[in-house]
């Protein structure tokens, strides 16, 4: 081959896969017009690449797929046969996961004991109100353990829409007992409601800053001098109402623009 | 309904969701097959190859890297399974053909394909094409071979085959066009022309 025709290599492969560009073509063409050693080589180029394109995919034997799923649930036990998601669960998720999920539950299970002494021993936690509130507070902590659960999994994103408690049902939340607070649930039952919280699913994540509010009581709930709030860093705080607006105008918080954040209309009792 | 991702299915089948695992197994089915078909040349090693790739994916399920793309991932752990199967059968080649090496002359790079490796019902008549394909693929060292497949048979873009190998579109390049002429090479000496 000639020193100069080197220089053509890569056009005369481009040019016999017909990937070659316009400028580049034109080029070579004018390179080829007076070598007749390229222009042999760039048939056996294209007869080679003929060659290749005029074979067919190979197709798959009938049922490999599901053979090789078979070997695979011969060689572990992931998807052995679980009788139930719990169960399904327990065999499945990695270690970290069952350790990150047995402190959940130990968490709940404190908090449990928690509300459990506050309502056996109330002269502790003062008047009923004070007992309501504070088990109001453990039942967002609660909750926000099984959102930043939910996140975790999730790519640090927060369950979205008016039924984002359903996103928690079972998976992350055991008790769906505590998305009522027990300052309404003491007035009766709500049939409108299935949580007295009002959730905030506006560009939330597990990246927002620490006082971002998650999740907060419905307006009166305990009276209306303040409301529990729950924050993006997992704390519960009783926030002042003057405090509490002040936080929504600083994350630009519009309950307009969340239709399941208008005021309720519940009117029952504080 | 849009299609879940890759990565949806594996996590999918992380927690345990066998159906998600087996879309996966599905999806790749044909593809993958073919990817290692025409890469070992063999109906029965591509077969057990994609089975072992997909024990594999299982096996090391918990150490996929969050963010990362499962195809990539995927073909990574193909490739090499066919690298491994590829350097035995030379092993075992390069021991049957020592004698003829040492008791005559070098034996030419094309000539190292064994034509009973090839797939039995390429050497029916009308298949000569095949034969041709396979015999030129053959004679090429493997990182090329992967590329040649990729384009070829699977017909995949580069930056595709950048993504599916791991390697910078540029090397794909570099190795199909150096691929192309060794093949060329290869037919043109066989043809004696």
């Given at each position: 081959?000639?020193?100069?025709?080197?220089?053509?290599?890569?056009?005369?492969?481009?040019?016999?896969?017909?990937?070659?560009?316009q400028?580049?073509?034109?080029?070579?063409?004018?390179?080829?017009?007076?070598?007749?050693?390229?222009?042999?080589?760039?048939?056996?180029?294209?007869?080679?690449?003929?060659?290749?394109?005029?074979?067919?995919?190979?197709?798959?034997?009938?049922?490999?797929?599901?053979?090789?799923?078979?070997?695979?649930e011969?060689?572990?036990?992931?998807?052995?046969?679980?009788?139930?998601?719990?169960?399904?669960?327990?065999?499945?998720?990695?270690?970290?996961?069952?350790?990150?999920?047995?402190?959940v539950?130990?968490?709940?299970?404190?908090?449990?004991?928690?509300?459990?002494?506050?309502?056996?021993?109330p002269?502790?936690?003062?008047?009923?109100?004070?007992?309501?509130?504070?088990?109001?507070q453990?039942?967002?902590?609660?909750?926000?353990t099984?959102?930043?659960?939910?996140?975790?999994?999730?790519?640090?994103?927060?369950?979205?829409?008016?039924?984002?408690?359903?996103?928690?049902?079972?998976?992350y939340?055991?008790?769906?007992?505590?998305?009522?607070?027990?300052?309404?649930?003491?007035?009766?039952?709500?049939?409108?409601?299935?949580?007295?919280?009002?959730?905030?699913?506006?560009?939330?994540?597990?990246?927002?800053?620490?006082?971002?509010?998650?999740?907060?009581?419905?307006?009166?709930?305990?009276d209306?001098l303040?409301?529990?709030?729950?924050?993006?860093?997992?704390?519960?705080?009783?926030?002042?109402?003057?405090?509490?607006?002040?936080?929504?105008?600083?994350?630009?918080?519009?309950?307009?623009?969340?239709?399941?954040?208008?005021?309720?209309?519940?009117t029952?009792?504080? | 309904?849009?299609?879940?991702?890759?990565?949806?299915?594996?996590?999918?089948?992380?927690?345990g969701?066998?159906?998600?695992?087996?879309?996966?197994?599905?999806?790749?089915?044909?593809?993958?097959?073919?990817?290692?078909?025409?890469?070992?040349?063999?109906?029965?090693?591509?077969?057990?190859?994609?089975?072992?790739?997909?024990?594999?994916?299982?096996?090391?399920?918990?150490?996929f890297?969050?963010?990362?793309?499962?195809?990539?991932?995927?073909?990574t752990?193909?490739?090499?399974?066919?690298?491994?199967?590829?350097?035995?059968?030379?092993?075992?080649?390069?021991v049957s053909?020592?004698?003829?090496?040492?008791?005559?002359?070098?034996?030419?790079?094309?000539?190292?394909?064994?034509?009973?490796?090839?797939?039995?019902?390429?050497?029916?008549?009308?298949?000569?094409t095949?034969?041709?394909?396979?015999?030129?693929?053959?004679?090429?060292?493997?990182?090329?071979?992967?590329?040649?497949?990729?384009?070829?048979?699977?017909?995949?873009?580069?930056?595709e085959?950048?993504?599916?190998?791991?390697?910078?579109?540029?090397?794909?390049?570099?190795?199909?066009?150096?691929?192309?002429?060794?093949?060329?090479?290869?037919?043109?000496t066989?043809?004696?022309?």
């Amino acid at each position: 081959m000639a020193s100069q025709c080197q220089l053509y290599e890569d056009l005369l492969v481009e040019e016999a896969l017909g990937e070659i560009g316009q400028k580049e073509r034109m080029f070579l063409r004018a390179h080829l017009d007076s070598c007749g050693e390229c222009r042999a080589r760039l048939a056996t180029l294209s007869d080679t690449i003929g060659v290749m394109k005029r074979e067919k995919p190979a197709q798959a034997p009938a049922g490999l797929a599901e053979r090789t799923l078979r070997r695979v649930e011969t060689a572990g036990e992931r998807f052995s046969a679980a009788t139930s998601p719990y169960h399904e669960t327990i065999l499945t998720e990695p270690r970290s996961w069952r350790v990150r999920r047995s402190l959940v539950a130990w968490m709940v299970a404190a908090s449990v004991l928690v509300m459990a002494v506050a309502s056996l021993v109330p002269e502790w936690l003062g008047s009923g109100s004070a007992r309501s509130l504070q088990t109001c507070q453990d039942h967002m902590t609660i909750i926000g353990t099984a959102l930043r659960q939910y996140a975790a999994d999730h790519n640090g994103a927060y369950p979205r829409g008016p039924e984002w408690y359903r996103a928690l049902d079972f998976d992350y939340l055991q008790r769906q007992g505590v998305l009522m607070c027990p300052a309404r649930m003491a007035v009766g039952p709500s049939s409108a409601n299935v949580t007295d919280y009002l959730f905030n699913p506006t560009h939330v994540s597990v990246n927002e800053p620490a006082d971002y509010p998650l999740m907060w009581d419905k307006n009166s709930a305990h009276d209306e001098l303040g409301r529990n709030v729950l924050f993006v860093d997992g704390r519960v705080s009783w926030v002042a109402e003057e405090e509490f607006e002040k936080i929504l105008i600083k994350y630009k918080i519009s309950e307009a623009d969340i239709p399941w954040l208008a005021p309720s209309t519940d009117t029952r009792g504080r | 309904m849009a299609q879940r991702s890759d990565e949806e299915l594996l996590a999918g089948s992380l927690k345990g969701h066998r159906g998600d695992f087996k879309t996966l197994l599905e999806r790749y089915e044909g593809e993958l097959f073919n990817f290692l078909y025409h890469t070992t040349n063999d109906r029965q090693a591509a077969e057990d190859l994609f089975q072992e790739a997909f024990l594999q994916v299982f096996a090391n399920i918990e150490r996929f890297r969050p963010g990362g793309r499962f195809r990539p991932w995927l073909y990574t752990i193909a490739a090499n399974l066919a690298r491994d199967e590829m350097r035995r059968r030379r092993r075992r080649k390069s021991v049957s053909l020592d004698a003829e090496v040492r008791g005559g002359e070098e034996t030419a790079f094309v000539d190292m394909v064994d034509a009973q490796s090839l797939d039995p019902s390429m050497a029916v008549a009308g298949q000569e094409t095949a034969a041709m394909a396979a015999e030129m693929m053959n004679a090429l060292p493997a990182n090329l071979r992967e590329v040649v497949v990729l384009y070829f048979y699977n017909d995949m873009k580069y930056s595709e085959i950048s993504e599916a190998l791991g390697v910078p579109m540029g090397t794909v390049k570099s190795r199909l066009y150096r691929a192309i002429r060794e093949m060329a090479h290869a037919m043109k000496t066989k043809r004696g022309f």
